[in-house]
């Protein structure tokens, strides 16, 4: 293995653990010693740890919902509404590097509503939610459950792009889970799919050191709906080993709506 392949299975695994709520790892002085020599190692905890496949994915416990205070209904609210709303919004620093913003898009009496962390370049570009490589994917998501883009709601925890694509931060996400509040009281579908890590925290309280890879795959609640939390696209495009545990999460949601569990043609 050389020392690009060493450098990419070491971002890998900061990005699991940071998924998992990690804050820092620990290394010896042994371990950076070997990086530079082309080993097949990578630093885990202070020790050396063989670069690890995808991992299936374990359960959870329950999660309590995000406290956060409700909204005063609106009597004529309306999705155009909540986007002019978030078009001229001005409450987080987001808005001052933004190119569009993208309240998000599909059916407007949809069963199902995606929810991911937060728009790309792409969607920051064309105001539309999940349009890039990862985009694509989600698009074949929902096609294996034998559904169209157009029969769901896709949308994002915070409707501005953050800059260089970084994470976006609790207040910012605070600042917006208002407009997908009021979306998903006007949309009323029978369940949400959490995209990630980000829009799991932003929408769940989580017990303290349970990430994504614990969490996917359990039902949980968010403002009377069910949920369920699974892996963001973007995250099998860097791993794509973990689709089949992906694919596991949307049959089930497929069964909790009485959907048939479309048989996916092995390529």
């Known amino acids: 293995m050389n020392l690009n392949d060493v450098i990419s299975d070491l971002k890998s695994l900061l990005e699991y653990e940071r998924d998992e709520g990690v804050g820092g790892v620990a290394v010896s002085p042994e371990v950076l010693a070997g990086v530079g020599t082309g080993a097949s190692s990578v630093v885990h905890g202070g020790a050396v740890a063989q670069s690890i496949p995808s991992q299936d994915f374990g359960s959870a416990q329950p999660a309590k919902v995000v ?30 590097t933004r190119t569009n913003t993208v309240p998000g898009q599909g059916s407007p009496n949809p069963e199902i509503v995606f929810v991911g962390e937060g728009p790309g370049a792409d969607e920051d570009e064309q105001g539309l939610a999940f349009v890039g490589k990862a985009g694509h994917l989600l698009t074949r998501m929902i096609e294996a459950m034998g559904l169209t883009r157009d029969d769901v709601f896709i949308c994002n925890i915070v ?81 794509p080993n973990v689709k089949k545990y992906v694919w596991e999460d949307l049959q089930a949601v497929l069964r909790r709506l009485d959907k048939p569990i479309p048989e996916v043609k092995k390529r």
């Not at 050191?209 to 009377?224: D, P, V």
Request: net charge positive.
């Open 159 to 239: 409707k501005c792009r953050p800059p260089e694509n970084r994470t976006p931060e609790l207040s910012e996400m605070n600042a917006c889970l208002p407009y997908l509040k009021r979306q998903i009281g006007l949309l009323q579908p029978k369940v949400v799919v959490a995209l990630g890590a980000t829009a799991l925290t932003g929408l769940v309280e989580m017990p303290k050191g349970m990430g994504i890879t614990r969490a996917r795959g359990t039902w949980l609640r968010f403002a009377g709906i069910d949920l369920m939390p699974t892996f963001h696209p973007a995250y099998l495009l860097r791993n």
């Open 67 to 96: 406290p956060h205070a409700e909204q005063v209904p609106i009597a004529d609210d309306s999705l155009s509404r909540i986007a002019a709303e978030v078009a001229a919004c001005s409450l987080c620093p987001l808005h001052g």
